[in-house]
């Protein structure tokens, strides 16, 4: 009965992570904790789930052009590197840590969700340690001096807490280099697999991995991928940060009591 629930509320969240191309991880950890998980194995499932989910997604998303991959080759070289040494180490840190870590990046994720983001086109000019990008009949300009080291630190933390980072990722196209959300949300999507890969692959290699949970729960995940991406095409992204970010809080608030409960 445990397994079934637990199935049907990862198939609800992988849906609504995959519309607007986050990991969903900063739900999927609270979720699997609440059904005795420890912090490490929760975390583990988590990325096998979350690179389900967004690869699914991501294929739909190529399909309707919005996923620039050599954007996402760039800001995500940085955060794989990074996600694999996380999800590595994680295995030496107290989950009791993990958890007030992993309850403090909601909230700033949770900030960045509620901060309005206006779709806005950089100038073309050059400029030293700016990289100016046309694709899918839009132009924008990547501030790499911001880009490579924010990835870098989001991955690190993304492989260690069992999160994907798209949280941070979106605002961050969206804000700093003028990325329209249609493509901003089509290329975490990509990123987001990917940066899930060498967290889950960290993680797995310190013996943290759960065959019984995870392989079927990432089954059913990818169904909610393919939904998820399929809804998205034809809804305004938008329209549903407000409501990610109060559940993100959420989540963030049940990680800070779960981890008082059991420590």
Not at 167 to 179: D, Q, W, Y
Request: proline content about 3%; charged content about 10%.
């Amino acid at each position: 009965m445990k397994i079934i629930i637990v199935s049907l509320i990862i198939l609800l969240l992988a849906i609504f992570m995959a519309m607007v191309g986050r990991g969903g991880g900063n739900f999927y950890v609270p979720v699997l904790i609440s059904v005795e998980a420890s912090m490490n194995i929760a975390a583990t499932s988590a990325q096998l789930i979350l690179m389900t989910t967004a690869l699914v997604a991501t294929f739909v998303f190529h399909a309707y052009k919005t996923v620039d991959w050599k954007l996402a080759l760039v800001m995500d070289l940085p955060t794989d590197v990074m996600a694999f040494v996380g999800g590595y180490f994680a295995h030496y840190f107290v989950g009791y840590h993990l958890k007030f870590l992993f309850a403090i990046l909601l909230v700033i994720a949770a900030f960045f969700m509620l901060k309005p983001i206006k779709e806005r086109v950089k100038s073309g000019k050059k400029k030293f340690g700016y990289w100016n990008r046309s694709f899918s009949g839009y132009s924008y300009s990547v501030n790499l001096w911001m880009v490579i080291p924010i990835t870098a630190f989001v991955g690190f933390f993304a492989g260690m807490l069992g999160i994907s980072g798209g949280s941070f990722k979106i605002p961050l196209m969206v804000l700093a280099c003028g990325v329209p959300m249609r493509i901003a949300i089509g290329t975490s999507s990509a990123m987001v697999a990917v940066t899930a890969l060498m967290g889950f692959t960290g993680h797995a290699i310190s013996g943290d991995f759960n065959f019984v949970w995870a392989v079927p729960l990432a089954c059913i995940a990818a169904l909610g991928g393919l939904l998820g991406g399929k809804i998205s095409i034809k809804t305004k992204p938008l329209r549903l940060k407000k409501f990610f970010a109060y559940t993100t809080l959420a989540a963030a608030g049940f990680m800070i009591v779960n981890s008082i409960l059991t420590r």
